[in-house]
Structures are given as C-alpha cells and as structure tokens.
C-alpha cells in the first residue's frame, strides 16, 4: 500500500475556491489510480472524483463536475482537487485514496490506500 497525506482544507465563503493536495510516499506512486471521497456529518461517504496512474483519464461526480479538477504531477507524488465555486453542500472531510491499478472506479471499496482526511467548511 502508498500511504497518503491530505493538505489544504479550510473555511472559505460560498462561491470560493480551495485546491487540496494529497502526497503519496512508500511505493511507485505512478503505479496508483487515484481518486478524492467526501463525508460529510451524518453521511455516507462519496465519490468526488478520480484519475487514472497516468493522468489521462478522469471521472467526476455529478455535483462536482465543471467546478472541481482532479490531476496529478507523478513526479512530486501529488494528486490535487482544485475546487471552485464552492457551496455549503461541499462541506465535508475529504480523503485521497489510492489503488493499485490503471484507473479505478467511483465505489469505497475499488481503492485500498487512505489518507487520514481535511476538513472542507463552505458558509453559506
């Protein structure tokens, strides 16, 4: 397994924007699809968005699609979330996760590397 830091969570204004990072270290990070779950409070976890071990190849949500960007940079071990026009309904801990394969699927399970989590608050 690639172990998995988040950074960048924050309180930030409806409408605002936040990028998260998501460093991976202790195995070939560039062998990993890669992909961004939220939870927020009393929720189940979800799918927000996922990218393939090359970075071709992305998938989203339907709530985040056209606001948030998924990508990745193998050379730093970094995936990032660039998230704009943020809305109450984005707040959540958001978590990286990882799976050793070329590009991954939308479901919890598909992925067996996590991070440990950032808290993203929108106010309204």
């Known amino acids: 397994q690639v172990q998995l830091v988040e950074s960048g969570g924050g309180l930030v204004q409806a409408g605002g924007s936040l990028r998260l990072s998501c460093a991976a270290s202790?195995?070939?990070?560039?062998?990993?699809?890669t992909a961004w779950f939220r939870q927020a409070p009393g929720k189940e976890r979800e799918f927000v968005a996922t990218?393939?071990?090359?970075?071709?190849?992305?998938s989203y949500a339907d709530s985040v699609k056209g606001r948030f960007t998924i990508s990745r940079d193998n050379a730093k071990n970094t995936v990032y979330l660039q998230m704009t026009r943020l809305n109450p309904e984005d707040t959540a801990v958001y978590y990286c996760?990882?799976?050793?394969?070329?590009?991954?699927?939308?479901?919890?399970?598909?992925?067996?590397?996590w991070g440990q989590g950032t808290q993203v608050t929108v106010s309204s």
């Open positions: 202790g195995r070939t990070f560039s062998n990993y699809a």
């Open positions: 996760a990882a799976a050793n394969t070329y590009y991954s699927g939308r479901h919890y399970y598909d992925y067996d590397s």
């Open positions: 990218i393939s071990r090359s970075g071709g190849m992305t």
